[in-house]
């Protein structure tokens, strides 16, 4: 198979040979030439040690997009849309030293590359990556369709009251119910899920993980005193979350297994 020796000096020997032994020079090229634009001028670091680092995980990068392309069948395997190969590669160099946002933007090209995918990969999934910390990420791979959440509300004896947590998420994974809400709100805003008031207000085992939580019996069991406007009384309010269809296309292209 006879493919150009000079493509192997701007994105590797590795991913340039083995796609031409497969005979996906076309492809090939695309990402190569997309590669060479985006990493042709690399970022100038006055420090040496970040030099290093950056190279180290450029070449991460581009053994973990190896694998992944190489990965697909044959008979899958399309020409890119240069509209999506190459805002995610000029993207993902800002994100080298997290390995979730790293994975998501190689997962999105290779998906890119997959006529599996035809009709589930988004240009939007770039800007959306961009906008999720690796904790957003790895707690959106954990969510089935659909989760309870609360709120946890604070009353006075005057009925006034107002939210303590917003949108209060606890698992055995992730017990940071904090970060957890950060997240949750990004999440929603992102347009990947969607969180709406339990009309049922059901008491089951749904909602004990929350009642029998230790957050939530330290803020009831708190002593806020007698004093004006400070909350006397401590509840729930009720949500459920699901995914939304372009948070599910979101996870089959871009989350795949790698969280």
Not at 5 to 26: C, N, R, V, Y
Not at 87 to 95: C, G, I, Q, R
Not at 134 to 148: C, W
């Amino acid at each position: 198979m006879d493919f150009d020796p000079k493509l192997m000096a701007t994105i590797g020997t590795s991913f340039i040979t083995s796609l031409a032994a497969k005979g996906i020079t076309g492809p090939a090229e695309t990402i190569n030439d997309l590669w060479k634009a985006s990493f042709g001028y690399p970022i100038h670091y006055f420090s040496e040690k970040r030099r290093i680092k950056y190279e180290l995980n450029l070449k991460k990068f581009e053994k973990e997009l190896t694998d992944k392309i190489l990965e697909i069948p044959k008979e899958n395997i399309q020409e890119p849309k240069e509209s999506i190969i190459g805002p995610a590669l000029e993207a993902s160099k800002y994100y080298f030293d997290e390995k979730e946002i790293r994975d998501m933007f190689a997962n999105l090209i290779t998906s890119s590359m997959d006529s599996t995918y035809n009709g589930l990969v988004q240009h939007s999934f770039v800007e959306i990556i961009k906008q999720l910390s690796p904790h957003d990420a790895k707690l959106f791979a954990s969510f089935n369709e659909s989760e309870a959440i609360i709120d946890i509300i604070l009353e006075n004896d005057k009925g006034h009251y107002y939210r303590l947590l917003s949108d209060f998420f606890i698992s055995d994974s992730f017990s940071n119910y904090t970060q957890n809400s950060i997240s949750l709100i990004n999440l929603e805003k992102q347009g990947l899920i969607k969180i709406f008031y339990d009309m049922h207000l059901t008491n089951d085992l749904y909602y004990s993980k929350y009642e029998n939580s230790t957050c939530y019996k330290e803020i009831k069991e708190k002593s806020w005193g007698p004093v004006d406007n400070l909350p006397s009384k401590v509840s729930m309010k009720k949500y459920k979350f699901e995914i939304t269809p372009l948070g599910q296309a979101f996870k089959k292209v871009c989350i795949k297994d790698s969280l």
